[in-house]
């Protein structure tokens, strides 16, 4: 059975016992760092991760020193290339946001100016250089142009919210698409132009939040979601397989929505 996180009694008596209310604090915010942190894989250069919590808001920081990260060149799909660097624990989880803050070592197989690619997502990058959906849901895709194969780069969870669409088509906006024949009418293409459009900016909206994008909810109730960094290069810039070395941090800020029955 995993360890709960502090009630607010606790946290009182804890300050209390020291004596010192920050001190206390500090020492209650540990032990609930404990209670909700997830799990490091073992991998050369990974962790130990640093895992801090303030009541359900948790603040995970992973150190990489030297990762070795393997590129696969997949010709016209370009080279790709991933490693899993942390599992949440089993619940329902709400990313707050997160941070990557990386140098990026490219070997032979890479150009020494190569644009690599990285994201941060819940399923590894694995069929082409394009890091997008799943693979960059925590991160988007996010570009470095290395110089004589090295370089830095900071990734961070969009901070900008998607604008929606102006709909000038002049249609009316409908829940059904009507069919379009191989004749032309113009208030079919209006409607369904205007259709879309009331969809699409439904859709923006459910993930904005006061102007800021909200991050993604991960469903892991049932079987804990883990954290893939994920890397990609384009065609142009892959000549065969190679390896990039990875050094720097991984933040990760988050909520536990609620856990499953098991582990409480």
């Not at 997949?74 to 707050?96: C, D, Q």
């Amino acid at each position: 059975m995993s360890q709960k996180p502090l009630t607010s009694e606790a946290r009182r008596r804890v300050m209390s016992a020291l004596g010192n209310d920050a001190i206390g604090l500090q020492i209650a915010d540990k032990l609930d760092g404990l209670a909700f942190a997830g799990a490091i894989p073992t991998l050369t250069g990974l962790g130990p991760a640093e895992e801090q919590s303030l009541g359900v808001i948790h603040f995970t920081k992973i150190p990489l020193a030297a990762v070795s990260v393997p590129m696969v060149d997949g010709t016209t799909n370009g080279s790709i290339g991933n490693k899993k660097i942390y599992t949440f624990p089993t619940g329902l989880i709400r990313v707050v946001g997160a941070l990557t803050q990386l140098n990026i070592t490219a070997a032979a197989g890479i150009t020494a100016t190569a644009a690599v690619k990285h994201s941060l997502g819940i399923i590894p990058a694995a069929t082409n250089d394009t890091l997008s959906l799943t693979k960059a849901n925590i991160i988007p895709s996010t570009s470095l142009t290395l110089a004589s194969s090295t370089g830095d780069v900071t990734g961070k969870s969009t901070a900008t919210a998607v604008v929606a669409l102006t709909d000038s088509s002049g249609g009316t906006p409908s829940d059904t698409l009507a069919a379009i024949t191989g004749s032309y009418v113009e208030a079919t293409i209006e409607n369904t132009v205007a259709s879309l459009a009331a969809k699409i900016n439904e859709l923006i909206a459910l993930q904005t939040l006061n102007g800021t994008p909200v991050q993604p909810l991960l469903d892991g109730v049932s079987a804990a979601k883990d954290v893939y960094l994920n890397f990609g290069v384009a065609d142009a810039g892959s000549t065969g397989n190679s390896t990039l070395t990875v050094t720097g941090f991984v933040y990760l800020c988050w909520a536990m929505v609620g856990q499953s029955p098991a582990t409480l």
